[in-house]
């Protein structure tokens, strides 16, 4: 059962252009989340999708910023006429259901190893 | 809305010393805690998680941590650290409830360990 996969793992973007980051979670996981780490500064929530719904975007800017988990294939997280202040890690995590539900109330979130965004 | 503090953004330890990192969070119901750690150039792994029961859980590595509920924190412990513990380390919470809710994190705590 292959982890969490985040693709590219690094992205370059000139400002301006767009970004597509890419995020597969495991294998049976309905659950995804993203974050983003700026340098030297936590994790911060962004928006949390389950196949085909948006759960909780308040993390998300308002403009740019949009994210989608459709029924068949990854969860995508883009980023549209980037800047040079949307310069970060970005991580994916995913879960099969809510963290503490579900069978046996034991149930986390995996993390991917996260995609390098630059933009010059 | 909850939230999380971690208090020290910094901590130098040497080998062996023991090691106590403080998390409180703020929420008034009940709520799922973990501890994360990232090593340098990596993901995040879970360290430990408490979803209920035992306040003091076990996790990798030789973590532990206590949830205490009227202090609303849940600080890691480690009796005796070595080098291969330096990390960033994360407290994370998310609220527990039949509907989905988003784990949010703290601002993190940089561990560095002097040989």
């Known amino acids: 059962n292959a982890g969490v996969m985040q693709n590219p793992r690094h992205l370059v973007r000139r400002r301006g252009q767009e970004a597509r980051l890419r995020c597969s979670p495991m294998?049976?996981?309905?659950?995804v989340y993203w974050y983003r780490q700026l340098p030297e500064e936590g994790l911060k929530f962004m928006v949390y999708?389950?196949?085909?719904?948006?759960?909780?975007e308040s993390g998300m800017p308002k403009e740019r910023f949009s994210a989608e988990f459709p029924k068949e294939g990854p969860s995508i997280l883009r980023i549209q006429q980037v800047v040079r202040g949307d310069s970060a890690a970005y991580f994916c995590?995913?879960?099969?259901?809510?963290?503490?539900?579900?069978?046996?109330?034991?149930?986390?979130?995996?993390f991917g190893q996260g995609t390098r965004l630059t933009v010059v | 809305a909850q939230s999380v503090s971690q208090h020290n953004h910094h901590v130098i330890l040497s080998e062996a010393a023991s090691l106590e990192l403080g998390c409180n969070y703020s929420?008034?119901?009940?709520?799922?805690l973990f501890w994360y750690v990232q090593y340098p150039g990596q993901h995040l792994q879970l360290l430990l998680k408490?979803?209920?029961?035992?306040?003091l859980v076990k996790g990798i590595k030789g973590f532990e941590a206590e949830f205490i509920k009227s202090k609303f924190s849940f600080n890691l412990r480690k009796p005796s650290v070595q080098w291969s513990d330096t990390a960033e380390y994360f407290c994370?919470?998310?609220?527990?409830?039949?509907?989905?809710?988003?784990?949010?994190f703290g601002s993190g705590t940089r561990l560095s360990i002097r040989p």
């Open positions: 995590a995913s879960s099969p259901s809510p963290p503490g539900t579900g069978v046996g109330l034991n149930t986390e979130a995996f």
């Open positions: 294998k049976g996981h309905s659950h």
């Open positions: 999708l389950q196949k085909e719904n948006i759960i909780d």
């Open positions: 929420y008034g119901g009940t709520v799922n």
């Open positions: 408490y979803f209920s029961g035992d306040p």
């Open positions: 994370a919470v998310n609220a527990r409830s039949s509907s989905a809710s988003k784990i949010i």
